[in-house]
């Protein structure tokens, strides 16, 4: 199914496997105590949340294969669907991409302010991974077999 992605589909993958990658390398600049911590945590979200980008955009290349064939009732609803797959496949990516700048931010902060901008930006940081979860969430919930039943179900 991968030989479906489109450019879009492309991009968005490249960009949830370089966030992924910097948070390690972040993670591993970060120092030790809540800072560190944080980041682990946010590192392991930021993962799965990219793993659910990757099942949200594989879940809209699937649909855009149903797409051929249908009339034009269909197609409208189908690619209704799409757009909702693609759409939080990029809320999910542009929040991973946030996640990793409050990141930079708490490290810099760290380093210049070591008493409570960085506490300060660290609390930004795990508004921003929770936020992120609430997006797994909805993305796993959007990419999972219901979504495609709710679609067979419409275009009958």
């Known amino acids: 199914t991968l030989r479906y992605l489109d450019a879009?589909?492309?991009e968005m993958r490249r960009r949830a496997r370089s966030a992924v990658r910097t948070a390690r390398r972040l993670n591993g600049a970060?120092?030790?105590g809540p800072i560190a911590e944080r980041f682990r945590v946010a590192e392991i979200q930021l993962e799965a949340s990219a793993a659910g980008a990757d099942r949200l955009i594989r879940r809209a290349v699937e649909v855009r294969q149903l797409r051929n064939g249908l009339d034009r009732g269909a197609v409208?609803?189908?690619d209704a669907v799409i757009l909702k797959l693609?759409?939080?496949?990029?809320?999910?990516?542009?929040?991973?991409e946030s996640v990793v700048a409050r990141q930079i931010e708490v490290l810099a902060l760290a380093d210049s302010d070591p008493s409570g901008g960085a506490l300060a930006a660290l609390e930004r940081l795990g508004v921003e991974v929770d936020a992120l979860c609430a997006g797994l969430e909805e993305?796993?919930?959007l990419g999972?077999?219901?979504?495609?039943?709710e679609l067979s179900e419409e275009t009958k």
Do not use: H
């Open 8 to 10: 879009q589909d492309i």
């Open 30 to 32: 970060a120092p030790a």
């Open 76 to 78: 409208g609803r189908v």
């Open 86 to 96: 693609t759409s939080r496949a990029l809320s999910l990516v542009e929040s991973l």
């Open 139 to 141: 993305a796993q919930r």
């Open 144 to 149: 999972g077999d219901t979504a495609l039943k």
